[in-house]
C-alpha cells in the first residue's frame, strides 16, 4: 500500500513538474514573440495607406498596402496589369512572372492585407475586402483600367474587382483560379465553413499554447492564411462568372490537386467568351516553373485585348451560350478528392467512425459510388478511424476501467449493463467474440470495451479485431458503394442539391443495412418487433408522446381556476402537493404518526447521503437489526420517482454495493412480500369521508422454462415481454444467458413499476366497504392530505380486501396516477379520460384548500423543482444504483445465443 502510495506521488510530482517547465516556456515564448512582433517590410515593396474595409464596408482605420512595381523602360503609358497572389502568398509568387510580363506591360504586385508586407492585423480577410484594397490602390497611383491576372484564391479577388467595378477591368486572366463553390473542397458552403472554421482555431491554439519562440508567427500557414479562408464566401462566384462579359483567359494544369480542374472547366462553361488553355500533366503551382510559357500566353491575350480582337460575351459563341445558360450538372461534374481536400474527407472519415462506425463506412461508401473518391480510399479511410477507435475503447476499459462509464462521452455510447453482459460473453466465447461483434448491432462497444476491462492480451485483441475490421469494413462500403449507384439516380433531390442528394442516399443505405442485420438473427428479429409494438400500442409510449394532450387539458384547467399550479395545493401536508422531488420518507413518517395505522406502514429509515459509505452500510445493518430482518430488503432514492434507482439486495455485498454507489438520501425499507396494488384515494377537504378512485393489479410477468432456450431467447419469445425486453435484460442480466430447466417458473422483475416491466390491470372490482374504510383511515390520519396513490402489498387478494393485514411501502402525492389505465384492455381514449378526471379532481381540491389558507406553489418554485430533479437524476443511474451482482458461472454458447 505504502509503495502504491509513493508512486501516485512520484506520478504526481512528475505533472507538476511537466507543467511547470510547460508553463515557464509559453511565458519565454509569448515574451519573445512580443519583443519582436514589429511587422517586418521587404526591402522591394513600396507602401501606401488605405482605408480599412469590413463586411463590403469602410471603416474608419487605415491599413498598409505594400506592392513591388515592374516597369518597362522608356514606356510610361504601357498597360497596367495587377498581379493577385494565391493564400497564404503575396508579391513573390510573381517574382518570375513579373519581370517577363514587365517587358511591354506596367506590373503592379501588392501584398494583399493579411500577407507579406501589408498590415496583418485587420478585420477582413475575405476576397471580397481583397478586392477593395486592390481598387483603392489603383485609385491612389493611376486611376484607370487594367488587367487583372489572379493566381488560385487570387482569381477569386480578381473576380470580385469585376463584379464591384466592372469599367476599371480590361480583361481577366485565371492562373489555377478557384471558381464555383460546388467544386470547391466538399462543395457545400456550410461544411467547407465549418472545416476553415476548424482549421482556423488548430492553428490559433497551436500558436498561442505551443512555445515557438516567433517562429510559427511567420510560418507559411498562418492565422492569415486560415483567416482568408474562413472569411470568403465562394457562393456569389458563379453569378459573377455568368455575369461577367469582358475578356478572359484560362490557365490551369491538367494535374491539379488544390482547385480540381473541374472547376476551371466550369468557369470555361459559364463564361462563354472565354478562351482556356489546359497545361498536361502541370500541377497546381505551373506558375513559379517556367514563367516564359504562361508570360508568352498571357500577353498575347493582353494584346488582342488591347487591340479588341478578343472576344466578349456579346461576341461570344451562340451555341457556348446556350451552354453556360444551362443549370449545373451536379451528377457529372464530381471532381475526385485530391491534395487538401483528399486530405480533409480522409480526415473527416476516420474521425467519423469514433462517432459511428457503419453509417460512416455507408457514407465512404456513398462518396465512392458519387464518384468522389476511390474505393480503396473510402476502406483506408474508415478501416484507419475503425482501428484507432477500437484500440482507444479497449484501451479506456484497460486503463480506467468502469468508472469511465459514468461519465460522457462514453456513457453516451456505452451502457454499465451491456459491458456487465459482454463481459460474460467474452469470458466464455474468448477472442471469437471479438469477431462475432463486428457483425451484431449493439455488440461492438461494449465487447471491446470489455476486453480491456479483463486484461485481454493487446496483442490477441488486435489480432483478432483486425481480422474483423478488415474482413467487414470492404464489405459495408463495397456493398454501399453498389447501392449507392442505383439509389442516388432516384432520388427526387435536385442534382445541385449534391451533398444533400449523398446524405440521404447514405441513410437510406445505412437504414437497410442495419435492417437486413437485425433480420439475420433471431434476437434481431424480435427486437424490431418489439420496436414496432411499442409505436402502435399507447401503453409503451415514452411520456413526451403520452402526455401532450393531458398537459393541455391541465393549462385548460389553470387558466379556468385562474392559477396554473392549484394543484399543488391538492396535499398541504406534502412539500408542493407531492408535485416532484418530495421526500418519501417524510411522507412515509407523517402517514405512520397515528398509533392505530403504524402497523399497516412498513417500516423504514432514511439514510443521508452526507455520511461515509462505511456509516451508511452500519446504519442500514443496524436498521436491520433493531427491526429483526433478514435479506431482502429493500432500497430506493428518498426522491426517486417511477422505480428510478430502487433495489431489492439479498446479501451484505449488495447491500454496501448500492449504498457506496449511491448520490442521494437513500431509504433501506423492510421488503414486503406478495402481492402489489396501487390504490388512488382523493377526498374534497369539506367531507368527513374520501373515496378510493382507481384500483391497480400489479403483475409481475415470469417466463417458464424448456430446459433448452436461454433466459434471454425465453423473454425473447413471450408475445408481452419481447416488448420490454431491454428493461428484463438489464433487471436478469445476472442469468440471462443460463438455461431454466424444464417448467422452472423465472419472475422477471421484483419492483411494482410499469416503466420497470410490471403488468397493470384494473382492479375495480375487488374493492370493498372494509378497504376504502381502512384506506380512509390511513388517509385522514395524515394531516394534510387528500389526493395520491397509496403503493401496498398484502400477503393475499382476500387478506387486502379485509382491510386489516397489508403494508404500505409508499404513498406518491398529486402528480401520481390512476395507473389502471395501463391495463392492456384500456384504449387511449378510456386512458386521457381517466387522466383528465384525476386532474379535474386535483384543481377542485386545491381550490377548496385554497379557500382554507394553502397556498399553492408559484411557477418559478416548481420549474426549480423540475431542474433540481433533472440533475439528480443525471447524477443517478440505475447503473449506479443497482447491487454488485453475483457472479453466475454458467453462460450458454453465443451460437445457441442466437
Known amino acids: 500500500m505504502r509503495i502504491g502510495l509513493r508512486i501516485l506521488k512520484q506520478v504526481a510530482a512528475w505533472k507538476w513538474r511537466i507543467l511547470f517547465v510547460y508553463v515557464c516556456l509559453l511565458i519565454l515564448s509569448d515574451f519573445k514573440r512580443w519583443r519582436t512582433s514589429e511587422e517586418t517590410i521587404a526591402p522591394d ?69 493579411g500577407f507579406g508586407s501589408s498590415s496583418h492585423n485587420i478585420a477582413d480577410y475575405s476576397n471580397r475586402a481583397h478586392a477593395r484594397y486592390v481598387l483603392a490602390l489603383l485609385d491612389q497611383l493611376q486611376g484607370g483600367r487594367a488587367h487583372f491576372v489572379g493566381f488560385s484564391m487570387g482569381a477569386g479577388v480578381a473576380l470580385n474587382v469585376a463584379d464591384i467595378a466592372p469599367e476599371r477591368v480590361k480583361s481577366l486572366t485565371m492562373l489555377s483560379g478557384i471558381g464555383v463553390q460546388e467544386l470547391e473542397l466538399l462543395g457545400n458552403y456550410h461544411l467547407n465553413h465549418s472545416i476553415h472554421a476548424a482549421q482556423l482555431a488548430f492553428l490559433w491554439l497551436i500558436r498561442e499554447l505551443v512555445p515557438h519562440f516567433g517562429w510559427l508567427d511567420h510560418s507559411m500557414l498562418d492565422i492569415s492564411y486560415a483567416r482568408n479562408f474562413y472569411d470568403t464566401d465562394q457562393r456569389p462566384l458563379r453569378s459573377i462568372l455568368s455575369h461577367y462579359a469582358g475578356p478572359m483567359l484560362i490557365l490551369h494544369g491538367s494535374k491539379d490537386i488544390m482547385v480540381p480542374i473541374e472547376a476551371a472547366r466550369e468557369t470555361h462553361r459559364l463564361v462563354p467568351q472565354s478562351e482556356m488553355v489546359l497545361f498536361p500533366n502541370e500541377s497546381h503551382f505551373y506558375v513559379f516553373a517556367r514563367p516564359e510559357r504562361q508570360a508568352a500566353l498571357a500577353m498575347d491575350f493582353f494584346e488582342r485585348v488591347e487591340k479588341g480582337e478578343a472576344a466578349t460575351k456579346a461576341e461570344a459563341d451562340p451555341l457556348r451560350v446556350a451552354q453556360a445558360s444551362a443549370p449545373f450538372d451536379a451528377a457529372s461534374i464530381v471532381p475526385r478528392a485530391m491534395g487538401p481536400t483528399a486530405l480533409v474527407l480522409f480526415s473527416l472519415l476516420g474521425l467519423a467512425t469514433l462517432i459511428t462506425e457503419d453509417l460512416t463506412c455507408v457514407w465512404a461508401g456513398v462518396l465512392a459510388a458519387e464518384g468522389r473518391v476511390s474505393f480503396k480510399f473510402a476502406v483506408i479511410a474508415c478501416l484507419s478511424g475503425i482501428v484507432v477507435g477500437d484500440i482507444l475503447l479497449f484501451l479506456a476499459g484497460r486503463l480506467i476501467g468502469r468508472t469511465l462509464l459514468r461519465y460522457p462521452p462514453l456513457s453516451w455510447l456505452v451502457r454499465t449493463a451491456d459491458v456487465e453482459r459482454s463481459s460474460r460473453w467474452f469470458q466464455r466465447r474468448g477472442m471469437w467474440a471479438i469477431l462475432l461483434s463486428r457483425f451484431l448491432p449493439g455488440t461492438r462497444l461494449p465487447t471491446y470495451f470489455a476486453a480491456g476491462l479483463l486484461d485481454t492480451s493487446f496483442l490477441k485483441f488486435g489480432f483478432y479485431f483486425l481480422i474483423a475490421a478488415a474482413a467487414w469494413t470492404p464489405l459495408l462500403v463495397g ?29 437510406a443505405i445505412f437504414v437497410i443495412v442495419r435492417l437486413l442485420m437485425r433480420l439475420g438473427t433471431f434476437r434481431g428479429r424480435r427486437l424490431l418487433l418489439a420496436r414496432w409494438r411499442r409505436l402502435v400500442h399507447w401503453e409503451f409510449w415514452p411520456p413526451w408522446a403520452f402526455y401532450p394532450p393531458v398537459v393541455l387539458y391541465i393549462f385548460y384547467l389553470g387558466v379556468r381556476y385562474r392559477s396554473l399550479t392549484l394543484f399543488t395545493a391538492a396535499n398541504p401536508g406534502i412539500e408542493e402537493g407531492g408535485f416532484i422531488g418530495e421526500s418519501k420518507s417524510k411522507i412515509l413518517k407523517a402517514l405512520a404518526c397515528g398509533k392505530e395505522v403504524h402497523p399497516l406502514i412498513a417500516s423504514s429509515m432514511l439514510i443521508k447521503k452526507v455520511l461515509e459509505s462505511e456509516v ?32 431489492i439486495v439479498r446479501s451484505n455485498e449488495e447491500l454496501e454495493g448500492y449504498l457506496r454507489a449511491a448520490t442521494t438520501d437513500v431509504i433501506v425499507q423492510e421488503y414486503i412480500a406478495g402481492l402489489e396494488f396501487g390504490i388512488f384515494y382523493y377526498r374534497y377537504p369539506d367531507r368527513e369521508r374520501g373515496q378510493i378512485f382507481s384500483i391497480t393489479r400489479k403483475l409481475f410477468p415470469s417466463v417458464v422454462g424448456d430446459g433448452v432456450c436461454t433466459l434471454e431467447k425465453l423473454i425473447l419469445k413471450d408475445n408481452r415481454a419481447v416488448c420490454l425486453a431491454q428493461v428484463y435484460f438489464d433487471a436478469q442480466r445476472v442469468r440471462l444467458w443460463d438455461i431454466p430447466r424444464a417448467e422452472e417458473v423465472v419472475q422477471l422483475i421484483e419492483i411494482g413499476t410499469h416503466c420497470r416491466g410490471s403488468v397493470f390491470l384494473d382492479g375495480k372490482e375487488i374493492q370493498t366497504e372494509a378497504l376504502e374504510a381502512a384506506i380512509d383511515r390511513l388517509a385522514r390520519g395524515f394531516t394534510g392530505f387528500y389526493f395520491g396513490r397509496f403503493d401496498i402489498r398484502a400477503d393475499s387478494l382476500a387478506a387486502l380486501q379485509e382491510g386489516l393485514s397489508f403494508k404500505v411501502i409508499e404513498l406518491n402525492g398529486v402528480t401520481s396516477e390512476a395507473t389502471h389505465i395501463y391495463d392492456p384492455r384500456n384504449s387511449l381514449l378510456t386512458a386521457y379520460s381517466v387522466l383528465c378526471e384525476q386532474w379535474r379532481l386535483a384543481f377542485e381540491i386545491g381550490f377548496q384548500n385554497g379557500k382554507l389558507g394553502a397556498r399553492p406553489a408559484s411557477l418559478r418554485r416548481l420549474a426549480g423543482l423540475i431542474i433540481e430533479n433533472w440533475h439528480e437524476r443525471a447524477e443517478r443511474s440505475d447503473a449506479n444504483l443497482r447491487p454488485i451482482p453475483r457472479e453466475v458461472d454458467s453462460a450458454s454458447e453465443f451460437a445457441h445465443e442466437l
Open 479 to 507: 456493398a454501399s458503394m453498389v447501392l449507392g449507384r442505383e439509389f442516388i439516380e432516384f432520388t427526387l433531390i435536385p442534382q445541385e442539391s449534391l451533398f444533400l442528394r449523398v446524405a440521404v442516399t447514405a441513410l
Open 616 to 647: 451508511r452500510v452500519d446504519r442500514a445493518l443496524e436498521f436491520m437489526r433493531k427491526h429483526s430482518l433478514s435479506f431482502p430488503v429493500t432500497l430506493k432514492p428518498d426522491t426517486g420517482e417511477r422505480g428510478s434507482g430502487v433495489a
Open 45 to 113: 515593396v513600396s507602401l501606401l495607406s488605405v482605408t480599412e474595409f469590413k463586411n463590403d464596408r469602410p471603416t474608419d482605420r487605415k491599413v498598409r498596402l505594400a506592392y513591388a512595381e515592374y516597369q518597362p523602360q522608356n514606356n510610361p503609358e504601357a498597360p497596367v496589369i495587377v498581379l493577385l497572389q494565391g493564400s497564404p502568398g503575396d508579391h513573390r509568387d510573381f517574382q518570375k512572372l513579373g519581370p517577363e510580363l514587365a517587358a511591354q506591360y506596367h506590373v503592379i504586385a501588392p501584398d494583399l492585407p
